[in-house]
């Protein structure tokens, strides 16, 4: 039941009409017996609706495309992970006070986990794309102690500059989006562009991917997903991200783990 109690929390960003989170997080505070609800919050201002959170006492929000980097200034403090990414996904209120946290590398962390259990770490590993996205499953890749990754960008410059964030954690070799050397030697491709968002669009050419299993963190199903699985490669969508993601994030406003079962069924049709 909602009454004056009710705690509030939300996603903020812009488009964000297409999210699954309000429904998730929602449905998780329902089987949790927790008095609060979830909702969206589309924002053309970030200052304002940062300022809007403490005004208005909401409890924790998610943060999306394209404001993860820019709330990095606005919060009162950042936490130490998201501080190397330059990037939060979630911000909890405490009194007034604003903690900012990263918990999409560890979105990818769970879905590495579920997916891949054969030994990767000494795997030849392509990553598509130089962005924030990019930079979250590089640093999940350094936690998870593999030594180093091809990272294949359309801008050289954008891939370099990345490659310096992780210099101390990660050996990272630029190369371009389509490296047909790169990408017919790879053991996993991770696609962490934009390209792909859009239907009917993909990043690279399919025809050069000899044996690679391919991720694309795109939780619906890509034309990249599609055309790898009718190659007969593996192919895994963000689904298992999105939901890892957002188990964190949960924890952090509520204390609670989320049962992952319960998720995947609240998601439905989505999964796919
Ligand atoms: P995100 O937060 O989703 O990572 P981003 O930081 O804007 O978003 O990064 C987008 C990534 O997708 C970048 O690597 C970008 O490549 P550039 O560095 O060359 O801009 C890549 N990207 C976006 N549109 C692309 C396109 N049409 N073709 C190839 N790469 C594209």
Same mark, same amino acid.
């Given at each position: ?12 960003? /812009? @488009? +964000?009409?297409?999210? %699954? ?8 505070? #329902? ?10 919050? !589309? ?22 495309? @394209? ?12 936490? #130490?992970?998201?501080?190397? %990414?330059?990037?939060? &996904? ?11 946290? &990263? ?7 769970? %879905? %590495? ?54 210099? &101390? ?34 990043? +690279? ?45 949960? !924890? ?17 049709? /989505?999964?796919?």
């Amino acid at each position: 039941m909602i009454n004056a109690d009710t705690k509030v929390y939300g996603i903020i960003g /812009n @488009p +964000i009409r297409h999210s %699954l989170s309000p429904q998730l997080h929602s449905e998780m505070f #329902k089987a949790y017996g927790i008095n609060a609800i979830y909702t969206a919050f !589309e924002t053309k201002d970030i200052k304002s609706a940062i300022d809007g959170i403490r005004a208005l006492d909401i409890k924790g929000v998610n943060v999306t495309v @394209p404001y993860k980097e820019d709330v990095v200034q606005l919060v009162d403090k950042v936490d #130490k992970q998201a501080m190397i %990414l330059k990037a939060i &996904n979630t911000i909890k209120n405490e009194n007034g006070y604003l903690i900012g946290y &990263n918990t999409d590398y560890l979105g990818f962390m769970y %879905l %590495l986990k579920k997916n891949m259990k054969e030994n990767y770490i000494s795997k030849r590993i392509a990553v598509l794309g130089a962005g924030g996205a990019a930079k979250s499953i590089i640093f999940a890749l350094s936690k998870l102690n593999v030594n180093s990754v091809f990272l294949l960008n359309r801008t050289r410059e954008n891939a370099l500059k990345t490659e310096e964030i992780f210099k &101390n954690l990660i050996e990272i070799e630029v190369s371009d989006l389509n490296d047909k050397d790169v990408i017919s030697s790879s053991d996993i491709i991770i696609n962490c562009t934009s390209v792909g968002l859009k239907e009917g669009q993909i990043p +690279i050419d399919i025809n050069y991917v000899d044996k690679a299993v391919i991720i694309d963190i795109i939780y619906k199903d890509s034309l990249l997903i599609k055309r790898a699985r009718s190659k007969n490669l593996r192919a895994i969508n963000g689904m298992d991200m999105f939901v890892g993601q957002a188990l964190y994030s949960f !924890e952090l406003f509520s204390g609670i783990k989320f049962d992952m079962n319960l998720a995947y069924k609240v998601l439905g049709d /989505n999964k796919r």
